[in-house]
């Protein structure tokens, strides 16, 4: 199954995800799923647990395993966001 349509439906829920990444387990808030200027698809998200701490970070998609939206919401409003962030060349879906 693609990890696309359960990025989707957590930005617009507003529910942590659960993923593995880079032989770690995280928890996150997504933010924006879309492309960046070489056409990969990226997650931009609030790392919440595991890797290199917290923070905003961008994830590939393509470099994501083990995904699953969790019963955690997240109130769509950390102060570092930026809806119009121009790493995005183009958004599928955002906060």
Do not use: C, W
């Not at 930005?11 to 879309?34: D, W």
């Not at 609030?46 to 969790?70: A, I, P």
């Amino acid at each position: 199954m693609s990890t696309t349509p359960i990025i989707l439906d957590a930005i617009e829920k507003r529910r942590v995800v659960s993923f593995r990444y880079k032989e770690a387990t995280r928890t996150a808030e997504p933010y924006i799923l879309g492309f960046d200027d070489k056409n990969t698809l990226v997650l931009s998200a609030v790392q919440l647990t595991g890797g290199s701490g917290t923070g905003f970070r961008t994830y590939r998609m393509d470099e994501l395993s083990f995904l699953h939206m969790t019963d955690r919401t997240f109130s769509g409003r950390h102060p570092d966001y930026n809806p119009r962030d121009v790493y995005f060349v183009r958004v599928l879906g955002k906060v």
